[in-house]
């Protein structure tokens, strides 16, 4: 959710970012999150086994359960840093707030109004340079208490045994909201995805209340038509798209894949799609308004109190509620909005993951709790890799997983896979009398030929972009890193790219006869017992018949993903 909003400031305007955002969201997001949802529900497995319905190409299964790996380990910290907040939150002064504590340096000063600065003095009676030179109590609370920053990546540091019980309460929530399955876990859901919503709506009206918040929405809204011809725009936008919606992670297969057969899935994706991005566009509102009270505060420029990343979230808004009265109330409520918010999401890549790993397994290797068994099993072992994040070098570890692991080059490379697969090894005729099986009626042809045409041509532009404009990680524009921490960051994203192409070739090699034997061989679906109660021979023409499915008594999976 933050990624967007400041996306927008560092744009300077979210109302040019939205012209590229939704017109990727209509070519590219939405047909792919259709696609993704349509083929778990018709193929009914996870993110390994949904890929039967081009058996070559398995490796993009494969390549999802890889990132959303990396997703489930890098991702719930910000929800360990989040509770850690929340529970400094319930305090009469908020331990950000004030000089003074034990973390805090000489430099730290609690007042910056740079414009009473402007002939010469300033808070404090020190003057401009002096005051440049000075730290917030906010800055000094994220750095040296919560992630006790180190030097670099190669100076690990000691634990921060408060970050690590933060993250071990984590792990253990989403432990026992998904160790039971989707119908346990959609029930805590429907709580944990409409929550952040009422929330959101009292920030909102706090937000517009204070001054400033009129300059800060203005800004939000206002423009810049200039910066449609950068090609940094295009990139982010379709970046945060991808990765808004879930995209290539194998989360939203798994998800459908427990609908019913005859699901409207169709009308469910573009639902889901549209509240995601409304849901993004709305707490611009309630950003920009904060933002714009801060820098009427500071006297300075809005694009100066905007953080990126996770600065948004532990800086520039903690800043701002210690300008509000009743301080620890708002924050309270912020970052226990923030919790549940990515709760959710933490759920349905948990859930993706499980899914995949029982699909892949034969029933023959079932055994009694096997589920919770393996949920307990993949969360430890996330922990366990999550304990060098906890360290005093932990963000230069968090920052390599969030740009190299799950970052856009990944999401847009599963992606073209993903929509060549459908529609031009399966074909998409062929999937959309699929779809108009389950349904009952063949969607608007403008999916089809976003499958096709548009959609690939988008990825690959903007994953030929990403390239072209690679830029290597530095950590708060200062700290470079080393040719090694960029190897294994390259390791990360690799891990997950190749496994297409080698999947392929290997199932190619092992396969027996021509190279157009083997191809025909290996790209036939591999249908599942489900799909007899469904399909009628293909030489009967069924995808254009009216089929009555077979009741399966069970409820529809409402797919409630909650936008971070």
Same mark, same amino acid.
């Given at each position: 959710m933050?990624?967007?909003?400041l996306?927008?400031?560092?744009?300077?305007?979210?109302?040019?970012?939205?012209?590229?955002?939704?017109?990727i969201a209509? #070519?590219?997001? #939405?047909?792919?999150?259709?696609?993704?949802i349509?083929?778990g529900?018709?193929? =009914? /497995?996870?993110?390994i086994?949904?890929?039967?319905?081009?058996?070559? *190409?398995?490796g993009?299964?494969?390549?999802?359960?890889?990132i959303?790996?990396?997703c489930?380990?890098y991702?719930?910290?910000?929800l360990?840093?989040?509770?850690?907040?929340?529970?400094?939150s319930?305090?009469?002064?908020?331990?950000?707030?004030?000089c003074?504590?034990?973390?805090n340096?000489?430099?730290?000063v609690?007042i910056?109004?740079?414009e009473?600065c402007?002939?010469g003095?300033?808070?404090?009676n020190?003057t401009?340079?002096?005051?440049?030179? =000075?730290?917030?109590?906010?800055?000094?609370?994220?750095?040296?208490?919560?992630?006790?920053?180190s030097?670099g990546?190669?100076?690990?540091?000691a634990?921060n045994?408060?970050?690590?019980?933060?993250l071990?309460?984590c792990?253990?929530?989403?432990?026992? +909201?998904?160790?039971?399955?989707?119908?346990s @876990?959609?029930?805590?859901?429907?709580?944990?995805a409409?929550?952040?919503?009422?929330?959101?709506?009292?920030?909102?009206?706090?937000?517009?209340?204070?001054?400033g918040?009129?300059d $800060?929405i203005i800004?939000?809204?206002?423009?810049?038509?200039?910066?449609l /011809?950068?090609?940094?725009?295009?990139?982010d936008a379709?970046?945060?798209?991808?990765f808004?919606?879930?995209i290539g992670?194998?989360?939203?297969t798994?998800? &459908?894949s427990?609908?019913r057969?005859?699901?409207?899935c169709?009308?469910?994706?573009?639902i889901?799609a549209? #509240?995601?991005s409304? @849901?993004s566009?709305f707490?611009?509102?309630?950003?920009f %308004?904060?933002? &714009?009270f801060?820098?009427?505060?500071?006297g300075?420029d809005?694009?100066?109190?905007?953080?990126s $990343?996770p600065?948004?979230?532990?800086?520039?808004?903690?800043?701002?509620v @210690?300008?509000?009265?009743?301080?620890?109330?708002?924050?309270?409520l912020f970052?226990? !909005?923030?919790?549940l918010?990515?709760l959710?999401?933490?759920?349905v890549?948990?859930?993706?993951?499980i899914?995949g790993?029982?699909?892949?397994?034969?029933?023959?290797y079932?055994?009694?709790f096997?589920?919770?068994?393996?949920v307990?099993?993949?969360?430890?072992?996330?922990?366990?890799?999550?304990? %060098?994040?906890?360290?005093?070098?932990?963000?230069?570890v968090?920052?390599?997983?969030?740009?190299?692991?799950?970052?856009?080059?990944?999401?847009?490379?599963?992606?073209?896979?993903?929509?060549?697969?459908?529609a031009?090894?399966? $074909?998409?005729?062929?999937?959309?009398?699929?779809i /108009?099986?389950?349904?009952g009626?063949?969607p *608007?042809?403008?999916?089809?030929? +976003?499958? !096709?045409?548009?959609?690939p041509l988008v990825?690959?532009?903007i994953?030929?972009?990403n390239?072209?404009?690679?830029?290597?990680?530095i950590?708060?524009n200062t700290y470079?890193?080393?040719?090694?921490g960029?190897a294994?960051?390259?390791?990360?994203?690799?891990?997950s !790219?190749? +496994?297409?192409?080698?999947?392929?070739?290997?199932?190619?090699?092992?396969?027996?006869?021509?190279?157009?034997e083997?191809?025909?061989?290996?790209?036939?679906?591999?249908?599942?017992?489900h799909?007899?109660?469904?399909?009628?021979?293909e030489?009967?023409d069924?995808?254009?018949?009216?089929l009555?499915?077979?009741?399966d008594?069970?409820a529809?999976v409402?797919?409630?993903? %909650?936008v !971070?």
């Amino acid at each position: 959710m933050w990624d967007c909003c400041l996306l927008c400031a560092a744009h300077l305007a979210a109302g040019v970012f939205l012209i590229p955002y939704l017109l990727i969201a209509l #070519i590219g997001g #939405i047909p792919i999150f259709f696609l993704e949802i349509s083929l778990g529900q018709f193929m =009914k /497995a996870g993110s390994i086994n949904v890929w039967n319905i081009a058996p070559l *190409f398995k490796g993009l299964g494969f390549a999802s359960m890889v990132i959303v790996f990396f997703c489930n380990t890098y991702y719930i910290m910000v929800l360990a840093w989040g509770f850690y907040y929340l529970v400094k939150s319930f305090a009469a002064t908020l331990p950000w707030a004030t000089c003074g504590n034990p973390w805090n340096s000489d430099e730290c000063v609690e007042i910056f109004r740079h414009e009473d600065c402007a002939n010469g003095t300033g808070a404090g009676n020190l003057t401009c340079d002096e005051l440049s030179d =000075k730290r917030s109590p906010v800055i000094e609370f994220w750095e040296n208490q919560v992630l006790r920053l180190s030097q670099g990546l190669d100076f690990p540091g000691a634990i921060n045994w408060e970050v690590t019980l933060c993250l071990l309460a984590c792990w253990v929530l989403v432990y026992f +909201c998904v160790w039971k399955g989707v119908k346990s @876990t959609g029930k805590i859901v429907y709580f944990t995805a409409t929550f952040p919503y009422v929330v959101l709506i009292i920030l909102l009206i706090r937000g517009v209340m204070l001054p400033g918040a009129q300059d $800060g929405i203005i800004y939000y809204l206002k423009p810049d038509w200039s910066k449609l /011809a950068s090609p940094q725009v295009w990139i982010d936008a379709g970046t945060q798209i991808f990765f808004s919606y879930a995209i290539g992670l194998g989360a939203l297969t798994a998800l &459908g894949s427990y609908n019913r057969f005859n699901n409207n899935c169709y009308k469910d994706a573009i639902i889901l799609a549209l #509240i995601n991005s409304g @849901t993004s566009f709305f707490s611009g509102f309630v950003v920009f %308004s904060i933002l &714009g009270f801060m820098a009427a505060e500071q006297g300075v420029d809005i694009a100066k109190v905007a953080e990126s $990343g996770p600065g948004l979230a532990f800086i520039a808004y903690p800043r701002a509620v @210690t300008l509000m009265p009743v301080a620890p109330l708002w924050a309270a409520l912020f970052f226990f !909005m923030l919790l549940l918010l990515g709760l959710d999401s933490q759920f349905v890549g948990v859930e993706g993951f499980i899914t995949g790993i029982l699909d892949f397994f034969p029933a023959s290797y079932a055994f009694r709790f096997q589920r919770e068994v393996t949920v307990a099993i993949s969360c430890s072992v996330c922990f366990l890799i999550e304990l %060098s994040m906890v360290t005093e070098g932990g963000m230069y570890v968090f920052q390599l997983f969030d740009y190299y692991s799950a970052s856009g080059t990944t999401l847009l490379w599963q992606a073209f896979w993903e929509c060549v697969v459908i529609a031009w090894v399966y $074909g998409a005729d062929r999937f959309m009398d699929d779809i /108009a099986c389950m349904i009952g009626y063949r969607p *608007f042809p403008w999916m089809k030929w +976003c499958w !096709m045409v548009l959609t690939p041509l988008v990825c690959l532009g903007i994953f030929l972009f990403n390239v072209a404009y690679y830029k290597p990680l530095i950590y708060n524009n200062t700290y470079v890193y080393p040719w090694w921490g960029e190897a294994i960051g390259w390791g990360f994203a690799l891990s997950s !790219m190749l +496994c297409v192409p080698l999947t392929a070739l290997y199932k190619l090699m092992r396969a027996k006869g021509t190279l157009a034997e083997r191809w025909h061989h290996l790209t036939q679906p591999i249908w599942g017992l489900h799909h007899l109660e469904y399909k009628v021979p293909e030489s009967e023409d069924c995808a254009l018949k009216t089929l009555t499915p077979v009741s399966d008594g069970g409820a529809k999976v409402v797919i409630l993903e %909650s936008v !971070m």
